[in-house]
């Protein structure tokens, strides 16, 4: 895994399918009051929308659940993931799970509160 972060554009330069996850993730976050919202699309245009899940015996990331949300549904690989978050940089683990489901290169769009994109990190 190679994490080679860029600095992002403002969404409104994104291509529509990068701008949808981004705005998928951006309304799980405000919807379920979390840290972390995320979106992936998967090899057949199907996304899957997450927030963070905080449970006295499981906590996952956004990102890491809603990549399990697409390989229970089936998902072979991933074309893109974003997550909206405080943070300035994914977790490890978060870039980790879209390379074992996408692949080198895939691209991981880090975006803030705000959906704008602060950086994209390749699996």
Known sequence: MSEQPQTGSPTSDLDPEDRKIVTL?????ARNGVAEG????????????????????????????AVAMAVASGAKSLEAA??????????????????????????LLLAGPDGAVRSTHRA
């Open 25 to 29: 993730a951006r309304s799980a976050r």
């Open 38 to 65: 995320a979106a992936v699309r998967d090899e057949t245009g199907r996304t899957y929308v997450a927030a963070t899940v905080e449970l006295p015996s499981l906590q996952l990331s956004a990102l890491r659940t």
């Open 82 to 107: 974003a997550v909206v978050s405080e943070s300035d940089q994914p977790a490890v683990e978060d870039l980790t799970a879209v390379l074992d489901l996408g692949g080198p290169g895939t691209p």
